[in-house]
């Protein structure tokens, strides 16, 4: 099986349903911390965005509380994982994919609820730098 990365972005008011549905659907949850991101680390983690216009807002969000940070394990994890979520804007995922999380639980393209690592690469950096580098609250 194959791990990928998933946050629970802060604010959100739907936690409990989102950890619901990551074991209804069969994943492992091989670990997982709550996390305050302080603003480098939130800069970091997303520097591939570094040049988008929405970038400080984005940093903005992902410091303003806890994040669930979680390794999900799974055959096909990562790509399985970007399923549940949906796509980013959830106004898009309302149509494309109504059962996503971003669908049921994003308030808008920014404020989308979860993250989810886009390729395994990816995963295997961002799982290494979550668990690795940032202490638990
Ligand atoms: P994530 O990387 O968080 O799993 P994603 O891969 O679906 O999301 P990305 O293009 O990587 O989408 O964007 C990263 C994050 O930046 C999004 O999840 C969202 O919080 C924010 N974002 C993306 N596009 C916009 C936009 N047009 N306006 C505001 N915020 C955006
Ligand atoms: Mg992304």
């Avoid at 949850?29 to 939130?42: F, W, Y």
């Avoid at 970038?55 to 410091?63: A, E, G, P, R, T």
């Amino acid at each position: 099986p194959e791990d990928t990365l998933a946050v629970i972005k802060p604010d959100t008011q739907h936690k409990e349903e989102i950890l619901e549905e990551i074991q209804a659907q069969g994943f492992t949850i091989s670990q997982l911390k709550d996390t305050i991101l302080s603003r480098e680390m939130a800069e970091e983690f997303y520097k591939e965005h570094r040049e988008k216009p929405f970038f400080s807002q984005l940093v903005d969000y992902m410091c303003r509380g806890p994040c669930t940070m979680l390794v999900l394990t799974k055959e096909n994890a990562v790509q399985e994982w970007r399923a549940a979520m949906g796509p980013t804007d959830p106004d898009q995922a309302r149509l494309t994919a109504p059962e996503s999380l971003r669908a049921r639980f994003a308030k808008d393209v920014l404020e989308n609820a979860v993250h989810g690592s886009s390729n395994t690469e990816h995963a295997d950096q961002k799982i290494k730098f979550i668990f690795g580098d940032i202490g638990e609250i």
